[in-house]
């Protein structure tokens, strides 16, 4: 059986889905408890996170180097084992069980879903889960929109 494919992607109502360096956090500055909870919640399953070469260093912005204090959403995400697809980038990655392909996302992504036994999720990557989604990979979309 093939795994699960999530695009879990944050928004505004206006489709203003991008940190662009702004002081406002991932969370629009809008998180509360029960929201946080929610998110850590997510990623206490076993998954693979599938990221972009983009989201990815975006992430090691926000996130990294490994030695960085991190929220506890944050830090599971960090610790979950990773797929980073990119035709750019060359490791090593600093990020804690990443793997990176070099390829085109849609063959990869389909090669995942076929050989992995816990379910994917992508969190970010806009344009390679645009391409999934057109290629017919993205099994569920989770959507968030804030504020």
Same mark, same amino acid.
Do not use: C
């Given at each position: 059986m093939?795994?699960? !494919?999530? +695009?879990?992607? +944050?928004?505004? %109502?206006?489709?203003?889905?991008?940190?662009?360096?702004?002081?406002?956090?991932? !969370?629009?500055?809008?998180?509360? =408890?029960?929201?946080?909870?929610?998110?850590?919640?997510? !990623?206490?399953?076993?998954?693979?996170?599938?990221?972009?070469?983009?989201? !990815? &260093?975006? +992430?090691?912005?926000? %996130?990294? =180097?490994?030695?960085?204090? %991190?929220?506890?959403?944050?830090? &599971?995400? &960090?610790?979950?084992?990773?797929?980073?697809?990119?035709?750019?980038?060359?490791? =090593?990655?600093?990020? =804690?069980?990443?793997t990176?392909?070099?390829?085109?996302?849609?063959?990869?992504?389909?090669? %995942?879903?076929?050989?992995?036994?816990?379910?994917? &999720?992508?969190?970010?990557?806009?344009?390679?889960?645009?391409?999934?989604?057109?290629?017919?990979?993205?099994?569920?979309?989770?959507?968030?929109?804030?504020?």
């Amino acid at each position: 059986m093939a795994a699960t !494919y999530t +695009f879990d992607i +944050f928004s505004s %109502l206006d489709g203003f889905g991008s940190f662009n360096g702004g002081n406002w956090g991932g !969370y629009w500055g809008k998180q509360g =408890p029960e929201f946080l909870e929610h998110r850590l919640a997510l !990623y206490g399953q076993k998954q693979r996170m599938v990221f972009g070469a983009n989201t !990815y &260093r975006q +992430f090691m912005r926000l %996130l990294g =180097p490994s030695t960085k204090m %991190l929220d506890p959403v944050n830090t &599971r995400m &960090r610790n979950l084992p990773t797929t980073v697809i990119s035709t750019t980038l060359t490791g =090593p990655l600093d990020w =804690p069980d990443a793997t990176l392909v070099n390829g085109d996302a849609v063959d990869i992504v389909a090669k %995942l879903k076929e050989q992995s036994e816990v379910p994917l &999720r992508s969190n970010g990557s806009l344009s390679m889960n645009w391409a999934l989604m057109a290629a017919g990979l993205v099994d569920r979309i989770q959507l968030t929109v804030s504020p």
